[in-house]
């Protein structure tokens, strides 16, 4: 009897799940860490407090889970995107560290230029230090999976 070492790699959509997944996780992870000592349901409130405003503050664990829902639905629908778009971006960018710095700098415009601006949160003053910080993050917590998970895929169907 032969052994079939031959393993299937798991589809695209698996892997973006994964890794939409995994990014949400970091992602999530991080926000706790720099919440400073704010509690963990806090957080996630404030995730809620963009799509019921204040409200969310008074809710109890149902709006702890709808922020948890509303970050990871982010974080995946980012992931999906930008996993997609790697190839485009590798062609001409050549380095997929450079691609997760990039990644990381359209995560942050698409939460903070975009998502947050037209959420019930509204605009916030940002300063030079805390949008590095912020943007640091996302390099580590978004851009850097994706990308190097992004290229293993890619480079093993070529």
Same mark, same amino acid.
């Given at each position: 009897m032969e052994k079939n070492d031959y393993k299937e790699q798991p589809g695209k959509y698996t892997i973006i799940a994964w890794v939409g997944l995994l990014t949400g996780t970091l992602d999530a992870v991080a926000a706790i860490l720099s919440a400073h000592k704010m509690p963990v349901v806090t957080v996630f409130k404030f995730i809620a407090s963009g799509i019921f405003g204040k409200a969310a503050f008074a809710g109890g664990f149902e709006m702890v889970a709808a922020g948890i829902f509303f970050h990871y639905l982010i974080a995946c629908s980012i992931t999906a995107v930008l996993f997609v778009l790697y190839p485009m971006f590798i062609s001409f960018l050549k380095?997929?560290?450079?691609?997760?710095?990039?990644?990381?700098? @359209?995560?942050?415009?698409?939460?903070h230029l975009v998502i947050v601006p037209l959420?019930? @949160?509204?605009?916030?003053?940002?300063?030079?230090?805390?949008?590095?910080?912020?943007?640091? @993050?996302?390099i580590i917590t978004i851009g850097l999976p994706i990308a190097l998970i992004a290229d293993r895929y890619f480079v093993s169907k070529k």
């Open positions: 380095s997929k560290y450079v691609v997760a710095v990039v990644f990381a700098l @359209i995560a942050w415009v698409i939460t959420s019930r @949160i509204g605009w916030s003053h940002m300063d030079i230090g805390g949008t590095a910080i912020s943007i640091g @993050i996302l």
